[in-house]
Antibody, heavy 121, light 106 residues
């Protein structure tokens, strides 16, 4: 069974940093691009970042560009999101999501349960 | 950036009803268009990928249609477990925008 499990969320003060992790299992991790998606309390889904399977190509939402860094370790089947210069508006559940097979046109086929990040003074 | 306009924001319906949710893209997004279902306290779940293809395990009462810029999610006969929030998404180009969501309520 394909699965992704996030960890690393918590409470942090404005301006602080945090690293989120996503452990993948049940599929050839290095083949698939991966994404982070967040959801602020009571709000909709916001795509945050994408990383290609090789790790060479990264993409970010304008709201996090220059502050967040996505990375992966294909030898460990792990995806990461480094969150720096955190703001109150970064408070959200952060989901890791795997794209589907080639014929799904990059739909987000597998989602984790999410990890909560709370930015508060 | 590509924008998605999803409507309605909320929808009241009853078990057995047929419901339709629409999503309009600001430019042609080919087949890079998908629908997700999210229940309270749960992660989103892929329902339909590439406009009209049902994800494995999704009941056949769900269907998707459309092309280019205008897309539709239809639930043919609502079941109690279908009351949730539905999101559209484009993966044609980054940022991979989601629609604003449609909350389907009794």
């Amino acid at each position: 069974e394909e699965q992704v499990v996030e960890s690393g969320g918590g409470f942090v003060q404005p301006g602080g940093s945090l690293t989120l992790s996503c452990a993948a299992s049940g599929f050839n991790f290095h083949i698939f691009s991966m994404n982070w998606v967040r959801q602020a309390p009571g709000k909709g889904l916001e795509w945050v970042s994408n990383l290609s399977g090789s790790g060479r190509n990264t993409y970010y939402a304008d709201s996090v560009k220059g502050r967040f860094t996505i990375s992966r370790d294909n030898s460990k089947n792990m995806l990461y999101l480094q969150l720096n210069s955190l703001r109150l508006e970064d408070t959200a559940i952060y989901y890791c999501a795997k794209v589907g097979a080639r014929w799904t046109y990059d739909a987000f086929a597998v989602w984790g349960q999410g990890t909560m990040v709370t930015v508060s003074s | 950036d590509i924008q998605l306009t999803q409507s309605p924001p909320s929808l009241y319906a009853s078990v057995g009803d047929r419901v339709t949710i629409t999503c309009r893209a600001s430019q042609n997004i080919d087949t890079y268009f998908h629908w997700y279902q999210q229940k309270p306290g749960k992660a989103p779940k892929l329902l339909i990928y590439a406009v009209s293809h049902l994800e494995s395990g999704v009941p056949s009462r769900f269907s998707g249609s459309g092309s280019g810029t205008d897309f539709t999610l239809t639930i043919s006969s609502l079941q109690p477990e279908d009351f949730a929030t539905y999101y559209c998404q484009q993966t044609y180009s980054t940022p991979y925008i989601f629609g604003q969501g449609t909350k389907l309520e009794i």
